[in-house]
Antibody
Framework: EVQLVESGGGLVQPGGSLRLSCAAS????????MHWVRQAPGKGLVWVSG????????NYADSVKGRFTISRDNTKNMLYLQMNSLRAEDTATYFC??????WGQGILVTVSS | QPVVTQSSSASASLGSSVKLTCTLI???????IVWHQQQPGKAPRYLMK???????NKGSGVPDRFSGSRSGADRYLTISNIQSEDEADYYC?????????FGGGTKLTVL
């Protein structure tokens, strides 16, 4: 059974940093592109970042470029999102997504003083 | 980058059918899209992929009541014999080499 479990969310002050993790199981992580997608409270889905199977290619939404870094460790079956210089508008539930076909349960990130 | 648009809301009666539309904009009419369902308070769930040819492939466990199709730049999600649990937000998504894009979502109300 494919499972994606996010962790590392919480409350952080504006300008602060947070690192999200996604533990993957039930499939071979290195076979898939992986993505982070977020959803602000009461709003729609927004793609944040994606990473190629071997980690050599990374893509970012303009809103997070230069502040967020996606990475992966296929040997540990883990996906990461390092979030720096956080802003209030980054407040959202963040989902780990396998390609387009499996979603994690999401983790809430709140940026507030 | 591609752009997809969706109607913000739709409604249908229990046991009836509804067809939701996702429209590809600006020269991307041949693109593949995927449909996701998000029930209230839950994570999104992948429903199906609809190719530019109109063929569709559903995710594991998606009921037969759900089907996909296309006409030109429009991609459709049809739900037949609507059940109460189908009340949800439905998002379409597409991508190019560098980015992925979601539509704004359609909120389906079951009457």
């Amino acid at each position: 059974e494919v499972q994606l479990v996010e962790s590392g969310g919480g409350l952080v002050q504006p300008g602060g940093s947070l690192r999200l993790s996604c533990a993957a199981s039930g499939f071979t992580l290195s076979d898939y592109w992986m993505h982070w997608v977020r959803q602000a409270p009461g709003k729609g889905l927004v793609w944040v970042s994606g990473i190629s199977r071997d980690g050599s290619t990374t893509n970012y939404a303009d809103s997070v470029k230069g502040r967020f870094t996606i990475s992966r460790d296929n040997t540990k079956n883990m996906l990461y999102l390092q979030m720096n210089s956080l802003r209030a508008e980054d407040t959202a539930t963040y989902f780990c997504v396998r390609a387009y076909d499996y979603w994690g349960q999401g983790i809430l990130v709140t940026v507030s003083s | 980058q591609p752009v997809v648009t969706q109607s913000s809301s739709a409604s249908a009666s229990l046991g009836s059918s509804v067809k939701l539309t996702c429209t590809l904009i600006s020269g991307h009419s041949s693109f593949t899209i995927v449909w996701h369902q998000q029930q209230p308070g839950k994570a999104p769930r992948y429903l199906m992929k609809v190719e530019g040819s109109g063929s569709y492939n559903k995710g594991s466990g998606v009921p037969d009541r759900f089907s996909g199709s296309r006409s030109g730049a429009d991609r459709y999600l049809t739900i037949s014999n609507i059940q109460s649990e189908d009340e949800a937000d439905y998002y379409c998504e597409t991508w190019d080499d560098n980015t992925r894009v979601f539509g704004g979502g359609t909120k389906l109300t079951v009457l």
